[in-house]
C-alpha cells in the first residue's frame, strides 16, 4: 500500500515536471524565433565587409537571422517585386523612389552615402590624373577618345545604372572592342581591371577595402555627379504572401538608429584610415 502510494507519487511528480518544462520550452522558443529575414543587397556592402561588421549585432540584439543575397541594385528590386526578400539595402535613387511609388516597397529611408570614382592603371593611359581628375564626363571622354580599355559591371547594379547615365550624359555609347561588360559584382570587376591594366568605375568602399591587394589607384574623383547614397526597403506584404514585415521594418528602423549609424561612421577608420561609409539617416 505504502510502495503504491509512494509509487503513483513519483509518476505523478514525473508528469507535473514533464508538463512544466514543454511550457517552459514552449515559452523560451516563442520568445526567441521571431524567425529570420532575407536581405537583398549590393555586392558593395558585402565586398567591403559591412554586412560582415554590423549584422552579427542585429541577430544577437533582436535574434533574428539575416539571410544576406549579394546582388546588383536592379536585381535586388526585381526579388523585392517577386516577393524573394523582405528587405532591400541598395544604391539606385531614382529606381529606390520608382519601386516604392509603385507599392513594392513600404518606405525608403536613407541609410549612408560614399561615392563613387574613377579606377585606372598606374601608368594612366588615358591621362585622367592630369586631365580630369575631379570631371567624371571628361574622364569617361579621354577614355573612349582613346579606346582605353574599361570594364563595366553590366549587371544592371547601381554602380552600372550610374555608368550608363554618366555616359548618356556625355555623350558616349557603351560599346567599342574597348569596353568589357562583365556582368560580374564589384569585387569581381575591380580585380578583373586590375588583370587587365582597364579602367572601371567603382564605389570608393569596396575599392578601399581591396586596395592593399591591387595595382589601380583612384584617377578621377570628388565629382558632384559621382555620389552614391544607400536606401533600405521593407517590401510590402500583400494578403496571403509569407514575408516577414516586422522582421524587415525592424531591421530598417534598428539601421538608422543612432547607434548602428556610428557603427556604420567607424566602418574602416582604423584600417583604411578613412570610413567607407558615411552614415546619413534622416
Known amino acids: 500500500m505504502v510502495k503504491s502510494l509512494m509509487k503513483n507519487r513519483f509518476y505523478k511528480g514525473i508528469l ?18 521571431p524567425g529570420s529575414i532575407t536581405l537583398a543587397t549590393t555586392t558593395s556592402t558585402e565586398n567591403s565587409g559591412l554586412l560582415d561588421e ?8 533582436h535574434n533574428i537571422e539575416v539571410k544576406v543575397v549579394a546582388v546588383g541594385t536592379g536585381a535586388a528590386l526585381d526579388m523585392g517585386r517577386g516577393k524573394d526578400a523582405d528587405v532591400l539595402l541598395v544604391h539606385a535613387y ?33 591621362d585622367l590624373k592630369a586631365g580630369a581628375p575631379n570631371d567624371v564626363l571628361k574622364a569617361l571622354t ?3 577618345e582613346q579606346e582605353a580599355d574599361f570594364v563595366s559591371r553590366g549587371d544592371n547594379s547601381g554602380t552600372h545604372v550610374m555608368e550608363l547615365n554618366l555616359l548618356e550624359e556625355a555623350g558616349l555609347s ?15 570587376v575591380i580585380e578583373m581591371a586590375d588583370e587587365m591594366g582597364a579602367y572601371t568605375l567603382a564605389d570608393r568602399g569596396t575599392f578601399l577595402s581591396m586596395m592593399n591587394e591591387l595595382d589601380l589607384q583612384v584617377v578621377t574623383e570628388g565629382d558632384d555627379g559621382l555620389f552614391n547614397p544607400y536606401g533600405v526597403i521593407p517590401v510590402t506584404q500583400d494578403e496571403g504572401e509569407n514575408l516577414n514585415l516586422e522582421g ?20 574602416g577608420i582604423e584600417e583604411f584610415g578613412e570610413p567607407l561609409f558615411i552614415p546619413d539617416a534622416d
Open 16 to 33: 507535473i515536471f514533464t508538463v512544466l518544462s514543454l511550457s517552459l520550452l514552449a515559452f523560451i522558443g516563442c520568445d526567441e524565433d
Open 54 to 61: 554590423i549584422l552579427p549585432h542585429f541577430e544577437e540584439e
Open 94 to 126: 531614382a529606381l529606390e523612389q520608382e519601386f516604392v511609388a509603385e507599392g513594392y516597397g513600404t518606405e525608403r529611408y536613407s541609410v549612408m552615402y560614399n561615392d563613387f570614382v574613377i579606377l585606372g592603371p598606374m601608368e594612366d593611359p588615358a
Open 142 to 144: 579621354l577614355i573612349w
Open 174 to 188: 557603351p560599346e567599342g572592342d574597348f569596353y568589357v561588360s562583365a556582368g560580374q559584382g564589384m569585387g569581381a
Open 248 to 267: 524587415a521594418q525592424t531591421f530598417a528602423e534598428w539601421i538608422v538608429s543612432p547607434e548602428v549609424q556610428e557603427m556604420i561612421g567607424a566602418f
